[in-house]
């Protein structure tokens, strides 16, 4: 860097006529500086000193001086990797751990020479009333009986494939076929027309969950007659992982899981980009927000939806939930915003209300533009409301789903699976640790990891 020399510069003991007040001698007799260049220089010492701090210097591999940007920090790391006003899924290709050993165990080098296990509908899938969790449920549970073969994979493990028939959520679909694959990405790069047809020498439907069958036939069917999947006992060991299925975070697997089900179509991702940044305000710190997804309608017993799934919650009055946000922010006095979601229309004007009156302090986050259709039964999701459809009520759910993403304190029923859903992917794919309040407590398995992980 070229420094100007000062008009107060003293040359050979001599003062220059451009001399000022300011300036500084050295009694030596040698040089005198004005305070000017001083400044200049502390400053400039200064700014040296802070970069110094600030970056690393190393050697590239030519000897020249390479100058490193400082790294990130690992909660600056996280948000560029998930957003919190814009979309953001994990990917099964690159994100390691349990769901990119799913993403390989479905992507085989060669269907040709896979072995399947084919998830069938219900025989009456048009009135198969299973929501979106119980579906990404139910599907994990036929994936680890596939992955290990029903607790023996002597002769090799299965791909998992699901049957062409109407997805009863899929109705109408303007963007695919009206199964799973309208939403959601495909399970597998296999498909039906790489396994072999029922009833075929090579293939063997089986008469429930438990049946027994020949382990070398090559394609699986389930029973069409069985909500459920066989339990397996041996989870993980498809995944290379040694030991147990208890040595390993069974949260961590079932998030997976999730999260590979779930994983949506270029569209559907697109749609809930655009509502998530609509919903999202751009002062939302997820450490300091509550998530308070209320499941009602259908799931609440006694209730009066026609054509949806029994209830089976005794749902709790809307002050139980706003003693738990009150619980959370005693705790955490911090708290700034609460995100609060159902698809029961009736139900967020009143609890906003009651936010409003007892915790002005905090700010509300709604899911703009959300169906609310109702109902969580699959069957009808379009029926309830005139001017809703398939598509808008799968987009709003979802984008219900991404907004708790955003949560690091939840109010949970996990009598619902939808709750449980939620809770489970944001203790591994959310951007804080989790901690719940569960107002509606199931005894399941899916319920304790929802409720504390594990």
């Not at 305000?281 to 300091?288: G, I, K, M, V, Y």
């Given at each position: ?334 708290i700034q915003h609460v995100i609060v979601t159902s698809e029961d229309p009736t139900v967020c004007p009143e609890f906003i209300q009651l936010i409003s009156k ?36 799968i987009a709003s759910a979802m984008t219900s789903l991404h907004l708790h993403l955003r949560a690091r304190y939840f109010v949970l029923t996990t009598k619902s ?38």
């Amino acid at each position: 860097m070229k420094i100007p020399r000062s008009p107060s510069a003293v040359v050979s003991g001599r003062r220059t006529p451009q001399s000022s007040p300011s300036t500084t001698t050295r009694r030596g007799g040698g040089r005198t500086l004005s305070s000017g260049f001083i400044l200049w220089l502390s400053v400039s010492l200064i700014v040296l000193v802070q970069l110094a701090l600030l970056t690393t210097f190393r050697c590239g591999s030519s000897g020249d001086l390479v100058i490193a940007a400082p790294p990130s920090s690992a909660a600056t790391q996280q948000q560029q990797r998930r957003p919190v006003g814009s979309f953001w899924w994990p990917s099964p290709e690159t994100d390691g751990g349990f769901l990119s050993a799913v993403h390989r165990m479905q992507h085989p080098n060669d269907c040709r020479a896979s072995k399947f296990f084919v998830m069938q509908s219900k025989k009456n899938n048009e009135g198969d009333n299973r929501g979106l969790s119980a579906w990404a449920s139910i599907t994990y549970m036929h994936a680890i009986h596939a992955f290990g073969d029903g607790d023996n994979s002597t002769l090799g493990r299965r791909v998992l494939v699901n049957d062409e028939r109407l997805w009863p959520m899929a109705k109408n679909c303007r963007h695919g076929p009206e199964t799973r694959e309208c939403f959601f990405l495909p399970l597998s790069s296999c498909g039906m027309g790489d396994v072999d047809a029922p009833h075929s020498p090579n293939a063997v439907e089986l008469a429930d969950a438990k049946d027994e069958y020949d382990r070398s036939i090559r394609t699986i069917y389930s029973s069409p007659n069985s909500l459920y999947a066989r339990n397996v006992k041996d989870q993980t060991s498809w995944s290379g992982l040694p030991g147990q299925t208890s040595d390993h975070s069974q949260t961590a697997l079932t998030a997976a899981f999730l999260a590979y089900t779930l994983n949506p179509q270029p569209w559907l991702r697109e749609e809930i980009d655009r509502r998530l940044r609509r919903s999202v305000p751009p002062d939302l710190d997820p450490r300091r927000t509550v998530g308070v997804p209320i499941r009602r309608s259908d799931k609440c017993m006694h209730h009066n939806v026609t054509g949806s799934a029994g209830g089976e919650l005794d749902c709790p009055p809307l002050e139980v939930y706003l003693d738990a946000v009150r619980s959370f922010v005693k705790m955490d006095p911090l708290i700034q915003h609460v995100i609060v979601t159902s698809e029961d229309p009736t139900v967020c004007p009143e609890f906003i209300q009651l936010i409003s009156k007892e915790l002005p302090q905090l700010t509300v986050v709604q899911n703009v533009g959300d169906v609310q259709q109702g109902t969580g039964s699959a069957s009808k999701l379009e029926s309830y409301k005139a001017t809703a459809n398939n598509e808008d009520v799968i987009a709003s759910a979802m984008t219900s789903l991404h907004l708790h993403l955003r949560a690091r304190y939840f109010v949970l029923t996990t009598k619902s699976s939808w709750s449980c859903t939620i809770s489970i992917l944001a203790r591994i794919y959310g951007v804080a640790d989790i901690y719940t309040i569960d107002i509606g407590r199931n005894r399941n398995m899916y319920s304790q990891m929802a409720r504390r992980g594990g």
